[in-house]
């Protein structure tokens, strides 16, 4: 073996590595199937093309500088003196300022187009949304550590695993049980939050069959890495007979949900039959658990003027803190009225000083 040969190993191996790197890039955001990630794979490469404009010419002038004005060439402007140029100023200042005015607009009108509550106004380029179409409605849940996906019109749910029509509307409403958590499916659009207590919305269309895959984007404790799921691109005669075979699963009641809420990592897929009336609600309200008050009663209760342990009209609250001087009576624990001067009683002039000094203040020259 020639000795100059593990050398060239070693520069075969160092060449690989960034192959190796991009062996484990997910190509979904790049490549994706929904009009939505589309659209905001655009907004990536359009920005992407504006910040080389100055990255690009900065780069290739680092190389062109240093070598034009190298110690060797002697015919390369020597000027020690210079201390300012404004054509060169306005190239230096304008350029950036165009392009963050630029990046400015992008943001500005792919923020207002791509808003997750906006409903679609199309389906892909150039097919406009076809008003006698209903979008399909799925309430999403985050649980520690799975996903819970609930089709109301379908009166079935499924845990770890997303199905959707091709070419149709989706709209997600989405909440937490327990902690923050981010839906991101990457073929299908960008990522959304679920909280607790909290129901959040997002609007999307899957346009190519296929078989992709969902996660949480937001750490969310120990399972987090496996708090992963399917999601099925299927045409509507797919959809149907997938419908049909998560029908044979049993209901999702209020004690299956309780159960199903407890922290659990690696969930496989999961078919329910059947989902008791309003679960996703009392899961959004927070009252699942039998005789736990919903938040919007308790909102509700609170509007109409009522509060928690509030009195009846025309009553005081009870506590000292809303009572005056008299109503307090006496005790060991009350404290007696102060002086006029603000002193509390048998306590020296020194004591209260704040209280002397406002008075002083308040009394005539």
Same mark, same amino acid.
């Given at each position: 073996?020639?000795?100059?040969?593990?050398?060239?190993n070693?520069?075969?191996?160092?060449?690989?590595?960034?192959?190796?790197?991009?062996?484990?890039?997910?190509?979904?955001?790049?490549?994706?199937?929904?009009?939505?990630?589309?659209q905001?794979?655009?907004?990536?490469?359009?920005?992407?093309?504006?910040?080389?404009?100055i990255?690009?010419?900065?780069?290739?002038?680092?190389?062109?500088f240093?070598?034009?004005?190298?110690?060797?060439?002697?015919?390369?402007?020597?000027?020690?003196?210079f201390?300012?140029?404004?054509?060169?100023?306005?190239?230096?200042w304008?350029?950036?300022?165009?392009?963050?005015?630029?990046?400015?607009?992008?943001?500005?009108?792919s923020?207002?187009?791509?808003?997750?509550?906006?409903?679609?106004?199309?389906?892909?380029?150039?097919?406009?949304?076809?008003?006698?179409?209903?979008?399909?409605?799925?309430?999403?849940?985050s649980?520690?550590?799975?996903?819970?996906?609930?089709?109301?019109?379908?009166g079935?749910?499924?845990?770890?695993?997303?199905a959707?029509?091709?070419?149709r509307?989706?709209?997600?409403?989405?909440?937490?049980?327990?902690?923050?958590?981010?839906?991101?499916?990457?073929?299908?659009?960008?990522?959304?939050?679920?909280?607790p207590?909290?129901?959040?919305?997002?609007?999307?269309? $899957?346009?190519?069959? @296929?078989d992709?895959? /969902?996660?949480?984007? !937001?750490?969310?404790?120990?399972?987090?890495? *496996?708090? #992963?799921?399917?999601?099925?691109?299927?045409?509507?005669?797919?959809?149907?007979?997938?419908?049909?075979?998560?029908?044979?699963?049993?209901?999702?009641?209020?004690?299956g949900f309780?159960?199903l809420?407890?922290?659990?990592?690696?969930?496989?897929?999961?078919?329910?039959?059947?989902?008791?009336?309003n679960?996703?609600?009392?899961?959004?309200?927070?009252?699942?658990?039998?005789?736990?008050?919903?938040?919007?009663?308790?909102?509700?209760?609170?509007g109409?003027?009522?509060?928690?342990?509030?009195?009846?009209?025309?009553?005081?609250?009870?506590?000292a $803190?809303?009572?005056? @001087?008299?109503?307090? /009576?006496?005790?060991? !624990?009350?404290t007696?009225?102060?002086?006029? *001067?603000? #002193?509390?009683?048998?306590?020296?002039k020194?004591?209260?000083?704040?209280?002397?000094?406002?008075?002083?203040?308040?009394?005539?020259?």
């Amino acid at each position: 073996m020639r000795r100059d040969e593990p050398v060239s190993n070693v520069r075969r191996i160092l060449a690989l590595m960034p192959l190796l790197l991009l062996a484990a890039c997910n190509r979904a955001v790049l490549d994706p199937a929904g009009d939505v990630a589309v659209q905001q794979r655009d907004i990536i490469y359009i920005s992407t093309a504006l910040m080389l404009l100055i990255i690009v010419p900065v780069m290739a002038l680092i190389v062109v500088f240093a070598w034009h004005y190298r110690a060797k060439n002697q015919e390369a402007t020597y000027d020690p003196d210079f201390d300012h140029s404004t054509s060169l100023e306005l190239v230096i200042w304008s350029a950036p300022l165009l392009i963050i005015i630029c990046l400015g607009a992008l943001t500005w009108w792919s923020t207002h187009l791509l808003d997750p509550f906006r409903p679609l106004n199309r389906i892909a380029a150039g097919k406009p949304i076809d008003p006698a179409v209903k979008p399909l409605t799925v309430q999403v849940v985050s649980l520690d550590w799975k996903w819970l996906f609930i089709y109301p019109e379908q009166g079935v749910a499924t845990v770890n695993e997303l199905a959707l029509p091709v070419d149709r509307p989706v709209r997600f409403d989405l909440t937490s049980t327990n902690m923050m958590n981010t839906f991101y499916a990457p073929s299908l659009a960008g990522m959304i939050y679920t909280m607790p207590g909290m129901r959040s919305t997002l609007h999307a269309v $899957l346009n190519r069959p @296929g078989d992709y895959e /969902g996660m949480s984007a !937001n750490y969310s404790g120990e399972g987090f890495s *496996d708090m #992963r799921f399917k999601l099925k691109g299927l045409d509507q005669a797919g959809f149907d007979a997938w419908v049909a075979r998560v029908k044979s699963g049993p209901r999702l009641d209020t004690p299956g949900f309780l159960a199903l809420a407890e922290p659990s990592e690696k969930v496989p897929a999961m078919y329910y039959s059947s989902v008791e009336a309003n679960l996703f609600d009392r899961i959004y309200n927070r009252c699942v658990k039998p005789g736990t008050p919903c938040m919007s009663a308790v909102m509700r209760h609170d509007g109409e003027g009522g509060g928690h342990g509030a009195p009846p009209p025309g009553q005081k609250p009870e506590g000292a $803190l809303f009572k005056d @001087g008299a109503e307090k /009576g006496t005790g060991p !624990n009350v404290t007696a009225p102060r002086a006029p *001067d603000g #002193r509390a009683p048998g306590s020296p002039k020194t004591d209260k000083i704040s209280f002397n000094l406002l008075a002083a203040a308040r009394s005539p020259a």
